[in-house]
């Protein structure tokens, strides 16, 4: 079975902004079974550490959530995004912001 994220994204109107697609994940995330969430949960990390720079900045939009659960792993891979994709520079600073507002900078 195809993965719920990858197919919705191959699916979704192109009129879509990201930002709209990536609030539609995260409404998703609440609404359906844990199976589905963890679906999207793969696909949301597959997006930020492979080579597609939209999926990356929709992945990047979900803002609801973390994709890792720790702040050593989540600065290495938007230091690869930043890296790879300098204009996704604000969003990789939007989310690390998000993690030490919730967590704190310490927290790994």
Same mark, same amino acid.
């Given at each position: 079975?195809?993965?719920? @994220?990858?197919? =919705?994204?191959?699916?979704? +109107?192109?009129? =879509?902004?990201?930002?709209?697609?990536?609030?539609?994940?995260? %409404? =998703?995330?609440? @609404?359906?079974?844990?199976?589905?969430?963890?679906?999207?949960?793969? +696909?949301?990390?597959?997006?930020?550490?492979?080579?597609?720079?939209? /999926?990356?900045?929709?992945?990047?939009?979900?803002? %609801?959530?973390?994709?890792?659960?720790?702040?050593?792993?989540?600065?290495?891979?938007? %230091?690869?995004?930043?890296? /790879?994709?300098?204009? =996704?520079? /604000?969003?990789?600073?939007?989310?690390?912001? @998000?993690?030490?507002?919730?967590?704190?900078?310490?927290?790994?």
């Amino acid at each position: 079975m195809e993965n719920i @994220a990858e197919f =919705l994204f191959s699916r979704r +109107a192109r009129a =879509l902004p990201d930002q709209g697609f990536a609030e539609i994940l995260e %409404e =998703l995330m609440w @609404a359906l079974d844990e199976e589905m969430v963890d679906q999207i949960i793969s +696909a949301r990390r597959r997006w930020l550490e492979e080579n597609s720079m939209e /999926k990356a900045r929709i992945a990047l939009l979900m803002r %609801e959530s973390f994709p890792y659960d720790s702040r050593s792993r989540l600065v290495e891979v938007l %230091e690869q995004i930043r890296g /790879k994709w300098p204009e =996704l520079e /604000k969003e990789c600073t939007t989310t690390l912001a @998000a993690w030490d507002r919730c967590f704190g900078s310490n927290h790994s």
